[in-house]
């Protein structure tokens, strides 16, 4: 008999008896097919799509890698499925040659990476656990050999939103939308610069990936931003080569990477200042006038025009120049001195002063004098070599010399001139203006490090004391002036306000002090009464949350002010918002940003939480969006979080 079976001793049976067990042989070999093809594809993604990705790095839940066909390093996930971060490490060697970047020096340490660079950069990585099971922190250094190689490394924005750095001049949020040429990362003045950084700055970025990225200061930096490509990060060339330093931590959503990072940033609880100031409205004098006995006239005119309005309690703040006319007068021997009692005492005054000084000014002259030989200013040498002279700057329109703040004369100089002005005129506030720029500094770490000094000087006048910028201040407990705006919907004007706030608030300034000039300046009793209205409803409802919530950031740091994606961090769609912000977590606050509009489209957070229209008591539930909602001009859309 012929048997078709090729296992001996075995017949084929064609019978119906059989044919109930054929359709399992065929499943099984189904199985075993599927089995082997996903087999196949696992190790074809292992072996030929992954062959140029070189694991360098393994925690317990992030990975580190190499890609050498991309020249980047890779964390993500060990199984591939998320990339937290994608660096780009530039030009340090030909990519076409495939530098394998496995050769770790540090073998013996299983937590460190080190390897150099075809003779350039000592590469230098290693991992530590953060502070929490749920994040891993990886420590980069990438330390230049030579002094012609440039150290750039570059994050990728693709399929992620970033926040924080420095302000700009059109403020966005997040920052994928702005665009910033590569150059030194420090503070300038953007009326001046108006494609610089300004107001505030610090050496931190946070990504939606659950990532944050603290810089060290301790390099001259450059950093730029291409648009919705990657924010840069560079050490400034130099005769000494200079290690790029940074630490990227790796957390479940941004909220928890960002609680984490502002664990390490800070060893100790901040200052806090004096909430109270905010009840206070800050009325800028828009009078120039010449000498100090109109300017004491028009104060006192000022002064009983706000009281006439029903405008107070307010605060009038001076400029520099009008706070020199009230301080310093000719004596009768043209020498410089103090005036005798002021008669603006009892006036509810800010004072502005800062570390310029025009030598032609009374103030410069007295300082002359007194100084006799020693060197207060930045100087720099003379064309011989063998004296030191002020190095002029133009500043408010006068030719000035700054004050060398690292000299301990100047610096207490500075100090005694601030407290003895704030006393002669009884001031309510002291402005220190900064002076951002002027003149132009060797590089971002003298311009950080001036910048603490004179924030540390302008701290010592009291818990009330602005600065028209910040850098590395924030635990000094000080309120920042927040810069004039354009008067239009733009995002240079009214539309950048909160992405303005959202920034000082992440960088760890909450307490800052808007540009407000006088209402009557409109000519429309309209733009007086919503004034009046608004005032009315900040210190009664707006102050009370203020005051809440700045005890919690003493505790915690949390910010005051809040974006959406803070109570719903893993919602995509908080992660664009910036027309509208939380104040905590109970209440969210959604104003009119386009021009002529009378609705607008709001989104409540969180598909869980209830939230109650402050003005209609219509209650709606979070996760949705409120299409074409009515909301009147001179109204803002206030919603309580309903808490059950």
């Known amino acids: ?50 062959s140029h990705k070189t694991w360098i790095l393994k925690g317990q839940l992030t990975e580190l890698l190499w890609d050498r066909r991309s020249h980047h390093l890779l964390i993500q996930t060990p199984a591939g499925d998320k990339t937290f971060l994608n660096i780009n490490v530039g030009d340090l060697a030909n990519p076409d040659l495939g530098v394998p970047f496995v050769r770790n020096l540090c073998w013996l340490n299983k937590t460190s990476f080190c390897y150099r660079w075809e003779s350039q950069v000592d590469v230098r990585i290693s991992l ?36 924080g750095g420095a302000g700009v001049k059109a403020q966005r949020w997040p920052i994928n939308e702005q665009s910033a040429p590569l150059q030194p990362y420090m503070l300038s003045d953007l009326v001046v610069r108006p494609a610089a950084y300004g107001s505030v700055l610090e050496h931190y970025f946070l990504s939606s990936s659950g990532v944050a990225i603290l810089l060290s200061p301790m390099a001259p930096l450059q950093v730029g931003i291409e648009r919705q490509r990657q924010v840069c990060v560079r050490v400034d060339p130099g005769t000494h080569p200079q290690p790029l ?28 200042p004096n909430i ?15 000498s100090g006995e109109r300017l004491e006239r028009e104060l006192r005119t000022f002064s009983n025009r706000l009281k006439r309005h029903t405008l107070g309690p307010g605060v009038i703040s001076l400029d520099e120049h009008s706070t020199s006319l009230l301080l310093y007068t000719y004596s009768a021997h043209r020498h410089i001195n103090w005036k005798g009692v002021s008669p603006v005492q009892h006036l509810n005054l800010s004072i502005t002063l800062s570390p310029f000084l025009s030598l032609g000014s009374l103030q410069g002259q007295r300082l002359h004098r007194e100084s006799g030989h020693q060197r207060l200013w930045i100087s720099t040498r003379t064309t011989g070599g063998k004296q030191q002279a002020p190095v002029l700057t133009w500043w408010r329109g006068e030719l000035c010399a700054k ?53 540390h000087i302008a701290a010592q006048a009291g818990d009330t004391t602005i600065l028209t910028s910040a850098s590395g201040s924030s635990e000094l407990g000080l309120f920042v002036q927040m810069p004039a705006l354009q008067a239009d919907w733009s995002y240079s004007g009214l539309k950048g306000i909160i992405p303005a706030v959202f920034l000082h608030s992440l960088m760890g300034y909450p307490f800052f002090i808007p540009d407000a000039k006088p209402p009557w300046s409109f000519s429309s009793d309209r733009a007086l009464n919503l004034t009046r209205s608004y005032l009315s409803l900040h210190t009664e409802f707006v102050v009370p949350l203020l005051e809440k919530y700045a005890q919690e950031w003493g505790v915690s740091r949390n910010p005051v002010y809040r974006p959406l994606w803070w109570l719903t961090p893993d919602d995509p769609d908080t992660l664009t918002i910036d027309d509208q912000f939380l104040i905590g977590d109970e209440v969210l606050v959604a104003p009119v940003m386009d021009r002529g509009a009378l609705q607008r489209d709001i989104y409540l957070p969180g598909a869980d939480l209830q939230w109650q229209d402050r003005r209609t008591g219509q209650v709606h539930w979070g996760g949705a969006r409120l299409q074409h909602y009515p909301v009147a001009l001179e109204q803002v859309a206030v919603f309580l979080r309903i808490h059950t």
């Not at 330093?245 to 806090?272: E, F, G, I, W």
């Not at 100031?277 to 006038?289: A, I, T």
């Open 1 to 50: 008999m012929w048997n078709p079976s090729p296992i001996p001793q075995v017949s084929w049976d064609t019978t119906l008896r059989g044919g109930g067990e054929s359709w399992k042989g065929t499943v099984a070999c189904l199985i075993l097919g599927a089995l082997f093809t996903v087999t196949i594809g696992f190790v074809y993604w292992q072996v030929v799509d992954h």
């Open 403 to 455: 004050l060398d703040l690292s000299r301990p004369a100047s610096a207490r100089w500075l100090s005694e001139e601030m407290l003895k002005a704030s006393a002669h005129l009884g001031a309510e506030h002291v402005v220190m203006e900064t002076g951002e720029g002027r003149p132009p500094e060797k590089d971002s770490v003298v311009a950080g490090e001036y910048l603490r000094r004179l924030g």
């Open 245 to 272: 330093h940074y630490r990227a931590c790796v957390a479940r959503n941004l909220k928890d990477a960002h609680q984490l990072m502002t664990r390490q940033r800070y060893a100790s609880a901040p200052v806090m």
């Open 128 to 163: 530590d656990p953060g502070d929490s099971e749920h994040a891993e922190c990886y420590n980069v250094t990438w330390g230049p050999l030579h002094c012609h190689v440039e150290v750039k490394n570059c994050f990728s924005m693709e399929g992620m939103k970033w926040y």
């Open 276 to 290: 109270a100031m905010l009840r206070s409205s800050l009325w800028k004098f828009p009078e120039h006038v010449g």
